[in-house]
T-cell receptor
Framework: QQQVKQSPQSLIVQKGGISIINCAYE??????FPWYQQFPGKGPALLIA?????SEKKEGRFTISFNKSAKQFSLHIMDSQPGDSATYFC?????????????FGTGTRLQVTL | GAVVSQHPSRVICKSGTSVKIECRSL??????MFWYRQFPKQSLMLMAT?????????EQGVEKDKFLINHASLTLSTLTVTSAHPEDSSFYIC???????????FGPGTRLTVT
C-alpha cells in the first residue's frame, strides 16, 4: 500500500516536444506529491509539488496534473530541452507527526534529442 | 531552496573497515534528517529517519548496528557504515527537513565503494 508506481521507465522526446510521466498510488493517506529531477552522480532536486486539494499546478514549463479519484498524478514538461535529460522521480509523502516520509517511484530516464 | 552538503563526495574503503558520512544543513535548522541508499539505475530507498537529539528510526530490513546514525545537532547528521563489505557499495544520500515544511532538501550524495 506504500508503493508509488511510475511509468514509463524510459522516455525519448524530441527537442520542443512534451514529456509526460505518470504515477499512481494506493494509500489515500498520502498528502503531498513532489517530483524530483536527478542528474547522474547528483542528489535529487525538487522540481514541483502538489497537494491533493488542487488538480493542477504549473511552474514554468513544468505542470503537475492530479486526479484524486483515480489516485494518479503526472508530470508534463512542455517544450522539452536537451538540458532536461535526467532521471525523474515522483514521490508521495505521508505525515507521520514528526516528519513526512517520502516514498519514491521507480524513476523515468528522460532523453531529449536534438 | 535550502542547501544541504555531504562529505565526502566519494570514498573508497577496504572490506571490514568503517566509514563515516556527514550531512549538514547549511542555512536552516533541520529537525529531521533522512538517509537514503540508491543502487545504480534504481530509485532511492529510505534507510532511516533521525530527529535531532533522539534515536534514529530504521526502515524494515536495515541493520541499525551496521548503519549507525547520529543526529547530535540541528545542522549535522552522520551515517557510519561499520564493517563495510562490497555489497554496501552504493550511493548514499541524505535529506533534511524541518517541522514547518513538507519539503525535503537533498544533499549531493556520497559514492561509497568497498573493495
Amino acid at each position: 500500500q506504500q508503493q508509488v508506481k511510475q511509468s514509463p521507465q524510459s522516455l525519448i522526446v524530441q527537442k520542443g516536444g512534451i514529456s509526460i510521466i505518470n504515477c499512481a498510488y494506493e494509500n489515500t493517506a498520502f498528502d503531498y506529491f513532489p517530483w524530483y529531477q536527478q542528474f547522474p552522480g547528483k542528489g535529487p532536486a525538487l522540481l514541483i509539488a502538489i497537494r491533493p486539494d488542487v488538480s493542477e499546478k504549473k511552474e514554468g514549463r513544468f505542470t503537475i496534473s492530479f486526479n484524486k479519484s483515480a489516485k494518479q498524478f503526472s508530470l508534463h514538461i512542455m517544450d522539452s530541452q536537451p538540458g532536461d535529460s535526467a532521471t525523474y522521480f515522483c514521490a508521495a509523502s505521508l505525515d507521520t507527526g514528526t516528519a513526512s516520509k517520502l516514498t519514491f517511484g521507480t524513476g523515468t530516464r528522460l532523453q531529449v534529442t536534438l | 531552496g535550502a542547501v544541504v552538503s555531504q562529505h565526502p563526495s566519494r570514498v573508497i574503503c577496504k572490506s571490514g573497515t568503517s566509514v563515516k558520512i556527514e550531512c549538514r544543513s547549511l542555512d536552516f535548522q533541520a529537525t529531521t534528517m533522512f538517509w537514503y541508499r540508491q543502487f545504480p539505475k534504481q530509485s532511492l530507498m529510505l534507510m532511516a529517519t533521525s530527529n535531532e537529539g533522539s534515536k534514529a528510526t530504521y526502515e524494515q530490513g536495515v541493520e541499525k548496528d551496521k548503519f549507525l546514525i547520529n543526529h547530535a545537532s540541528l545542522t549535522l547528521s552522520t551515517l557510519t557504515v561499520t564493517s563495510a563489505h562490497p555489497e554496501d557499495s552504493s550511493f548514499y544520500i541524505c535529506s533534511a527537513s524541518n517541522r514547518f515544511s513538507y519539503e525535503q532538501y537533498f544533499g549531493p550524495g556520497t559514492r561509497l565503494t568497498v573493495t
